[in-house]
């Protein structure tokens, strides 16, 4: 167990400087010049080559690949070009809205497809297995950012209940837990949640539907337990698999809410990356996306790991 | 009682045996063909697609005007306007033209990078499930490095960096599919080569190639196909999400996404107009999921 625990950290070692690699790679295939991406277009040459020489644009590829990896793990991800403040400074206060949203709409995913797919998994062939069938393939096909603007319209626009836009009143970009900002989350995490709701749906129906078939459920029900006594054993045996499948909607859906937040103007990663792509502002792309994706790593890890732990059953060596 | 359900039961076992050796006889694509007929929801989502394709391909006979031709005095009219009847949108353009015209580019945006990941994807994945050792833990280990990104956040990665444009989108999502492609590819490939018969075929001298054109080729392509199906969906949603985040099509350029970004500012003037382009996403999308989904099923695809 502990070597396995051991060998599948250091497995994520050089996954993540692969990553770390593809990341450094999004400024060289950017179009044009990598130095256009530090010094404003209208510098003069000899400031051009200065800075070159400073940021070592001038050493091969693989030395700048290592001495870029240097600053990262320090922490220095760089200025943006359209601020010149440090990466990292607006990329911590996104990564917590992104974080926040992101958790919100994994939660009521998860606990709706936890109920929606128990149910159908159970109640196999019935009225109630169609409907929740229909909700995963409707939940997993729609293209959330519509879905966002339909919730506008109707919760903003025409019933004018809820805030459109923003995570707080005034656009403020700072959280507290008061009424007015959860008022501001409960769109875009709703619109966020569908994804999730749709997968574990789909999941948690097959891994029910396959243990009810089981003969120990049968010998279970035979010996004189409860619904409930049953219904325990179910949740034991499916748990690992529904929270593996969860843990990795969540680093999806850290990545994937970008359309969601420039829909609700929601101050997280995903606006910043919008901004950073309209002002290709490549040092701030660069470092959210490696920020984002090294998150979806460390997760993938846990997520293993915690599988291992909680299923008894997988022996890995 | 016994003696009268004994022989029922063996008859009954007959019948599903010659039931079995006659649908054996007419072959693998007859017996699809029949159980997807048999499929109420597989035909409609068919139907529905095959009617939204003919719309598009033939949008300049049917569409009732030209879809880059806009009017100051006809912006943002609601939906029922003569001679408008699904309105106009900020430019004053017809969306109904608009929303034919647009699927073409939605389409070809959706399909083409998972036809083009097919391709890779499989002769990747069939060679590193063939090959084996060196080769495929060299092929599998860079497809761990893309697995390791979400799809939304590598293609919105690379289609940033690249910048907008309709083939650097396309290019950002044929690389966000191989990965997976490969990883199907390459387990069924692995089922496959240890087969007898392709031990047999190996043992009576036929080369890689030969063994992988003749024998595993045709037991792989079914399940891979389906997979990749199954994507379209995907490709599709996320293809107009770059469009919607303006890094697809231009303007003035049709598009679903695209219009659903540039209506989005007349969500306060004409709400149920702005959404319009979003339904046509979400019915293919629908419909090609449940394709998909019923393709599997009927080509009796596991997993």
Known sequence: ?317 | MSLTTAPTAAEAELAVQARQAQAASDGYWAGVFKRVRRDPVTIVCAVILLLMLAAMVFAPLIAPHDPYQGSMIRRLRPIGTPNHPLGTDELGRDILTRLLYGGRLSWFMGITPVALAFAIGTFFGVLAGYAGGKLNMVIMRVTDVFYAFPSVLLAVAISGALGAGIENAILALTLVFIPPIIRVAESVTQGVRNLDFVDAARASGAGAFTVVRVHVLGNVLGPIFVYATSLISVCMIIASGLSFLGLGTKPPEPEWGLMLNTLRTAIYVQPWVAVLPGVCIFMTSICFNLLSDGLRQAMDVKG
Request: neutral net charge.
């Open chain 1, 1 to 317: 167990m502990l070597y396995y625990l051991l060998r599948r950290i250091l497995y994520a070692i050089p996954i993540a400087l692969a990553v770390g690699f593809v990341c450094f790679m999004l400024v060289q295939i950017a179009p044009g010049d990598p130095i256009n991406a530090i010094v404003p277009p209208d510098a003069p040459a000899d400031v051009v080559e200065q800075v070159r020489r400073d940021y070592g644009l001038d050493k091969p590829l693989p030395v700048q690949f290592g001495l870029w990896l240097l600053k990262v793990v320090q922490g220095d991800l760089g200025r943006s070009l359209a601020t010149g403040r440090p990466v990292w400074a607006d990329l911590s206060t996104g990564i917590a809205n992104t974080l926040m949203l992101a958790l919100c709409a994994s939660l009521l995913g998860f606990t709706l497809g936890c109920i929606l797919g128990g149910l159908a998994g159970t109640f196999r062939g019935s009225v109630l297995d169609r409907v929740a069938v229909g909700t995963a393939v409707a939940g997993v096909s729609v293209p959330h950012y519509w879905l966002g603007m339909v919730m506008v319209v109707i919760f903003s626009v025409q019933l004018n209940w809820l805030p459109a836009m923003g995570a707080g009143p005034g656009g403020s970009a700072d959280w507290s837990w008061d009424w007015e900002h959860v008022k501001h989350l409960i769109l875009p995490a709703v619109t966020l949640s569908v994804i999730p709701m749709g997968i574990v749906t789909r999941t948690v129906r097959g891994i029910v539907a396959e243990i009810m078939n089981q003969e120990f459920i049968t010998a279970l029900r035979g010996k004189g337990l409860t619904r409930w006594g049953v219904f325990l054993h179910v949740v034991k045996n499916a748990a690992p698999n529904a929270l593996a499948v969860m843990g990795l909607q969540l680093g999806y859906l850290m990545g994937g809410s970008i359309l969601v937040e420039t829909v609700f103007s929601w101050p997280g990663t995903g606006l910043l990356l919008n901004s950073a792509i309209f002002q290709r502002d490549l040092p701030v792309l660069q470092g959210t996306i490696l920020v984002l994706a090294m998150f979806f790593v460390a997760l993938n890890l846990i997520v293993d790991l915690m599988q291992t732990a909680l299923d008894p059953r997988i022996k890995r060596a």
